[in-house]
């Protein structure tokens, strides 16, 4: 495994660990064969397509947990392959606008694909919307029983509920899973579920549960070695994330443990290594991020006073270096805020 990857997984694990664990096809396909669908078994997993760059950024700029997907899908009766659009929505928290959210990203991609048949054809006269399937992926622990409904957020809606779109998308909502679903239906994908699920618990349970699902990724196939370790790195991005810092080499150290095999456990110590240095490398970067921060906006309050707060705002979301380096300097001889080139 790439370096790279571990590295994003460590430096973006609050954020984005289950998007980047996403991106990978076996894992799509295990999150959705928790659906327990049968549109799910017409799907071609095996090659599904990330959709990367202009798109998402243009379309859905807002939000960054969304991820879009294609896949080969062939229905019953239809005699050419269709590609089927999948939009998986993670939430960490329950959303009441997320009917409205759906429809909105829907509707994107049917007018992504309308600007693609304009590329190569003089009008809109044949075209044929290949079909969008959604699915929303709650990890958080709040109850969310529900998605809803547009017309729920409608003010006295009944009377329009005819005239209202109706979206039913496909609800995987992880702690409300049954017993059992996760090992028996979700593949390598669901046995790292279960420890998101109980990244909780007290202590000694997330150890054994922890020790479990270890054992279980052991038993990969070596051809899905790459992955495996994906999975593996979100384990020790999970414990050092989730758990509390007197509790993390003691866990890191369970993952080891429960190896049963010489390469395996080999593997392990030097992921750990590998992710261990990234920590601290991460650690001793936000330490000198949040330096300069409080730096510069004592700077900018002792010269100009209180601070708007989108500039505040600004300032303390930087992530450059360089540029509260280049604040700084401004700050210290510019003659009002706006010559500093903070505002948004």
């Known amino acids: ?14 954020e984005n660990g289950v998007k980047l664990l996403l991106e990978n096809r076996l894992n799509v396909r295990d999150l959705f064969f928790l659906t327990e669908q049968e549109i799910v078994t017409l799907i ?16 859905y700029r807002h939000v960054e947990s969304d991820i879009v997907l294609t896949a ?13 659009y999948l939009l998986i929505e993670h939430q960490s928290e329950p959303d009441p606008l997320m009917p409205l959210r759906l429809l909105e990203y829907v509707v994107q991609i049917f007018k992504m694909q309308q600007r693609e048949w304009l590329k190569g054809h003089r009008s809109l006269a044949g075209l044929r919307l290949q079909p969008v399937l959604p699915l929303v992926f709650y990890t958080g622990t709040e109850r969310w029983e529900s998605i809803g409904d547009v017309i729920d957020l409608i003010e006295h809606g009944a009377p329009f509920r005819d005239v ?13 899973l049954p017993p059992g679903r996760l090992e028996s239906g979700g593949g ?29 990724l052991e038993a990969m196939p070596a051809a899905e070695r790459m992955r495996r370790q994906e999975l593996l790195s979100y384990l020790y991005a999970l414990v050092y994330h989730e758990r ?51 730096v510069l906006l004592r700077l900018l309050r002792n010269r100009f006073g209180e601070l708007p707060a989108p500039a505040e ?11 509260l380096r280049e604040w700084f300097d401004r700050a210290s001889t510019a003659a009002t805020l706006e010559d500093v080139g903070i505002a948004p």
């Open 188 to 216: 390598s994908f669901g046995q790292v579920m279960r420890l998101v699920r109980g990244r909780n618990l007290p202590a000694e349970q997330f150890g054994s549960l922890l020790e479990q699902v270890t054992t279980a």
């Open 44 to 59: 071609d997993f095996l090659r599904l397509k990330l959709v990367r760059g202009t798109f998402v950024g243009r379309d």
């Open 72 to 84: 080969p899908y062939r229905p019953e009766g239809v005699l050419r392959r269709l590609w089927l």
């Open 164 to 176: 209202t779109p109706v979206m039913k998308p496909l609800f995987v909502n992880l702690p409300a």
């Open 1 to 14: 495994m790439k370096r790279s990857w571990q590295k994003e997984m460590v430096r973006r694990f609050p």
């Open 244 to 294: 509390q810092e007197p509790e993390h080499q003691a866990f890191h150290e369970r993952i080891e443990e429960a190896a049963q095999t010489g390469p395996f456990r080999g593997d392990l110590t030097a992921m750990r290594q590998t992710i261990a240095d990234m920590l601290k490398a991460e650690g001793r970067k936000e330490g000198e991020l949040r330096t300069r921060r409080e």
């Open 313 to 323: 705002r600004r300032v303390k979301a930087a992530r450059d270096v360089a540029q």
